[in-house]
């Protein structure tokens, strides 16, 4: 009689693309913004100084892939992606990425050229952060591709309780990406 298998069911996202997919995804997006290809895009005089701005690069059936501008004082909230891979890759400037580890919120700074992969289930908040001085005097806003994989279509959020355990407030609808 075969011996059941006693290894624990892995999580399988419903997309063929891996985190390392969507890791080089956002590492060839970041160096066409850099070298210009989506500077149609841009609104007129760049992205906005005083709000979160971002639009689309690419967008198929199993990847979606945004340009996305951070300016300070503008939180989001923690959130997951819903049943979505995701990854970005820092272009210019500095982010924040505030993760719940299971028990407790970690920071880790991500600065340009860093990048981070988001599995299932990883709830996280990202926000401007300053640049070093010695990069940037005159910090302006921090310039981020993500991909998403399949694309968002909901997102759920979170509180950390006086338990410390997370509890999630309400889920979205929603094809924008970081909680906007
Ligand atoms: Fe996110």
Redesign the pocket.
């Known amino acids: 009689m075969p011996v059941a298998s006693l290894a624990s069911p892995s999580v399988v996202a419903p997309t063929r693309l891996r985190l390392p997919d969507l890791l080089h995804a956002t590492d060839r997006a970041a160096d066409d913004v850099l070298s210009g290809r989506y500077q149609h895009l841009l609104p007129a005089g760049g992205p906005p100084a005083d709000e979160r701005w971002f639009t689309r690069l690419l967008g198929d059936d199993e990847l979606d892939v945004w340009f996305i501008s951070w300016v300070p004082e503008r939180a ?1 909230e923690l ?3 819903g049943g979505s891979l ?1 990854a970005l890759t820092v272009v210019s400037g500095a982010l924040h990425e505030t993760r719940w580890d299971g028990g407790a919120l970690r920071r880790r700074r991500l600065d340009a050229g860093d990048q981070a992969g ?1 599995p299932l289930g ?1 709830v ?3 926000v401007w952060a300053p640049e070093s001085i010695a990069v940037n005097p005159a910090a302006g806003p921090t310039l981020s591709v ?1 991909a998403y994989s399949p694309p968002l279509t909901a ?1 759920s959020y979170y509180d950390v309780t006086e338990r410390n355990t997370l509890r999630r407030n309400r889920t979205e609808l929603t094809d924008k ?3 906007d």
């Open positions: 989001t959130h997951d992606h995701g988001f990883w996280h908040d990202v993500h997102m990406p970081e909680g």
